[in-house]
């Protein structure tokens, strides 16, 4: 063992040691099925959407400005406000008036100039609530259910409930995730096997260009690698079945050198394909080359992907920054929407635009909201969901859930159940008891269901 533990440090620049110590610790976990298994695997009853699409807004976007009309807080925008966190504040006016959009009416913020074009494929829930307003736990929560302690990733778990499409590539992807708000914990297996976690591309912040995909290619040749591989078979001749299952997993990670980089090659795709994400604008590019990176991937068998955008946490100049926000995410999403309907993607794909939290109605500082973690919109598309829909609803100002609140835990169990996995069978056993991502709540929202 000696041997082969120096012969994997001294390779690759020690990738393959470190890779054998993850999964060799996946092993000691007590799990009914072998740890390292990626196979995929039957749900729990027959699903509606076969992989996920997560459009994270890091940062909290306001919902009164962008999704959630309410004409009371129009008229009486600058009169006092009562609320729990303050005895007084003052209303805040929206910006930008709202209108009905698509067949179906759905009222959008008139500073959606692209979106609008799909309101009949978007069903708009507009009670969202999660624990704390605050962005480390909220984001957490978000991600895996609690927001005391890191978790199993909600894209974990589905992986470990549904296995990969793909024998050529990572199950879960995070493009340009943040490194703050729990950072890696948002895309990690944390007491589920290393295997499930998902693979960072990218960070917040770090622009994804054709020159990163480079970074992915091994200098040494294909046959020099394979020769690799095949010594470190002989060396573990004899030894036992777990340790030949870590010598597979090596041979995925060969193949996926040799897949990899031209599923992220987005010059592959068409000069209009790529004007259609904005790649040929400042304001659209960055995350265009996000959103087209991430069809390129689901369409390749990636079964989670999520997409980040941050900066969307505005205390102040509101006007300004959430113009700035909306003007680099519209056109992109809006053609991501189109690309996946186009290719016959978007019926089995579950595509979510959210935030950790949204804002308040009230004003912080003279153009600015604060957090608002008891009422605020997401939206969800495709994958077995109705279009042009509203679902919940907040109070006359949308500070509040007062119709179907909708917790963090009934989210997560209606993305599972689209998904084709039950809440509440899929579980992994740590620490003596069975645990799953809603823990002990959760219902499926029937409602919004196709």
Not at 211 to 230: C, F
């Amino acid at each position: 063992m000696n041997t082969r533990r120096q012969f994997l440090k001294s390779t690759s620049s020690g990738f393959g040691y470190l890779a054998l110590a993850a999964l060799a610790q996946s092993l000691t976990a007590a799990e009914p099925r072998s740890a390292s298994s990626l196979a995929a695997r039957e749900p729990h009853f027959p699903a509606k959407a076969k992989r996920v699409l997560l459009l994270c807004m890091d940062g909290g976007p306001s919902h009164v400005d962008l999704l959630d009309h309410k004409p009371e807080l129009v008229k009486r925008g600058g009169q006092s406000f009562r609320h729990d966190r303050a005895p007084q504040a003052t209303l805040l006016a929206p910006h930008w008036k709202f209108k009905a959009t698509g067949q179906s009416g759905l009222m959008l913020s008139e500073l959606w100039q692209h979106l609008p074009d799909h309101a009949d494929d978007l069903c708009l829930i507009h009670s969202m609530q999660t624990a704390v307003p605050s962005h480390p736990q909220a984001f957490l929560q978000m991600h895996t259910g609690l927001s005391q302690v890191p978790r199993p990733s909600m894209g974990a778990w589905v992986l470990y409930g549904l296995g990969t499409a793909s024998e050529n590539l990572p199950g879960f992807v995070s493009i340009c995730p943040p490194v703050v708000n729990g950072g890696p914990a948002n895309y990690g297996s944390s007491f589920l096997p290393p295997v499930y976690q998902g693979t960072p591309i990218g960070a917040a912040g770090q622009r994804i260009v054709n020159a990163t995909i480079s970074n992915l290619k091994n200098a040494r040749p294909a046959e020099a690698q394979r020769q690799q591989l095949d010594y470190l078979r002989s060396l573990n001749s004899g030894d036992s079945a777990e340790q030949e299952a870590l010598i597979e997993s090596f041979e995925l990670a060969f193949r996926m050198q040799s897949e990899l980089p031209g599923v992220l090659d987005l010059e592959r795709e068409s000069l209009s394909t790529q004007t259609a994400y904005g790649l040929r604008s400042g304001a659209t590019e960055d995350f265009g080359r996000q959103c087209l990176l991430a069809r390129r991937l689901l369409e390749a068998g990636v079964r989670f992907v999520e997409v980040c955008q941050t900066g969307w946490d505005q205390h102040r100049d509101l006007k300004r920054d959430l113009e700035r926000n909306v003007r680099a995410v519209d056109q992109p999403i809006a053609a991501l929407l189109q690309d996946l309907k186009q290719r016959g993607l978007l019926r089995d794909t579950l595509v979510i635009q959210a935030g950790e939290f949204g804002r308040t109605p009230y004003a912080q500082t003279t153009d600015g909201r604060d957090h608002n973690h008891k009422g605020y919109s997401i939206w969800m598309a495709g994958g077995g969901v109705k279009g042009g829909m509203t679902y919940g609803r907040t109070d006359d100002f949308g500070y509040e859930a007062v119709e179907n609140p909708v917790p963090t835990c009934d989210w997560h169990a209606t993305i599972l159940h689209l998904l084709g996995l039950d809440h509440e069978k899929l579980t992994y056993r740590h620490a003596g008891r069975e645990h799953r991502l809603t823990d002990l709540k959760g219902r499926v929202l029937t409602s919004i269901l196709s």
